[in-house]
């Protein structure tokens, strides 16, 4: 009823109740006609290239997810995000569709900018053929990048409808980033997306979506803009520094909350995470705690 045609599987969630949960999944989305993207019986068919015709168009779609999870044994798979993976397909799907486009689940949440690896990835699949780039897990709008050869990559779409008071959020501006997004529309032709446009909404607090009008709209409509015009500097600085304040803060905060409710596993379960990149986001964010503090002094 509301339109969907096809539906990508690869997030971090889609196993949530196992293998059984995607097969159902799977079949759900059959019986509604939607077609499943990055997910299949096995990984050959996760990974392969899907197909829709429109208006004497060809539109082929690839999809995967960063989500760092084992998918044991037999049964249905969704396709692990891996760079060099998914570049070789664009290569190889590119000459056999008028139309690519490429979804991958994956960005650090609450942050505005992508990660420069992201954004080179990014920057190849456009040159290697995609017309389209489609990220999304950041649960934010993140910067639109217009390439030369006129390929639109969104490096996050935000969220659409999502409950913003699950988990544990940082602060009052990442939630209201959260509830304030924009649907994304694309004019295609022949030669690649001839069109590109963003329609700003609002989440209202009893879970309507509406579209965000006068000083609202244009707020979030800014805010695009800007996040979208940082290319050129040093937009890398403001991620690390953001990644630092808000993912390692929230991370930390997050043990502390539940240390203190005796939950002494999650302690041994992060120190299994536990890489050198954490250890340093771990130093910047205690440098800008130390740093902020001085700076408060009178």
Avoid at 52 to 62: A, D, I, K, P, V
Avoid at 174 to 186: D, N, P, T, V
Avoid at 208 to 225: M, P
Wanted: charged share 25%; proline share 4%.
């Amino acid at each position: 009823a509301a339109g969907f045609s096809l539906l990508s599987l690869a997030n971090n969630h889609i196993r949530d109740h196992g293998g059984e949960g995607l097969a159902s999944t799977r079949e759900a989305l059959a019986r509604a006609g939607i077609l499943g993207l990055g997910a299949g019986s096995d990984e050959v068919e996760a990974r392969s290239l899907r197909m829709l015709e429109r208006q004497g168009l060809s539109f082929g779609w690839l999809a995967c997810g960063r989500t760092l999870q084992d998918q044991p044994g037999p049964g249905p798979k969704f396709w692990e995000y891996s760079p060099e993976e998914v570049l070789a397909a664009v290569r190889q799907a590119a000459p056999t569709t008028d139309l690519l486009a490429v979804s991958l689940h994956l960005g650090y949440m609450f942050v505005d900018y992508p990660h420069p690896d992201h954004r080179r990835l990014a920057l190849e699949l456009a040159g290697a053929g995609a017309h389209l780039v489609l990220m999304h897990h950041a649960h934010v709008l993140q910067g639109v990048e217009v390439t030369a050869d006129g390929s639109v990559i969104c490096y996050n779409l935000g969220n659409l409808l999502f409950d913003w008071t699950e988990g544990e959020v940082p602060g009052l501006e990442e939630i209201e980033h959260q509830r304030s997004g924009a649907l994304f529309g694309f004019d295609l032709d022949q030669q690649g997306v001839a069109q590109a446009f963003a329609l700003p909404f609002h989440v209202d607090d009893d879970w309507k979506l509406r579209w965000a009008r006068g000083t609202a709209g244009a707020s979030i409509l800014d805010r695009l803009e800007r996040i979208s015009s940082a290319w050129g500097g040093n937009f890398e600085e403001e991620f690390w520094r953001q990644r630092a304040e808000r993912n390692t803060g929230q991370t930390i905060s997050t043990l502390a909350r539940k240390l203190r409710r005796g939950e002494l596993g999650v302690l041994l379960d992060a120190g299994r995470r536990l890489r050198p990149h954490h250890l340093r986001m771990l130093l910047r964010w205690a440098g800008g705690r130390f740093s902020n503090r001085r700076g408060s002094r009178p």
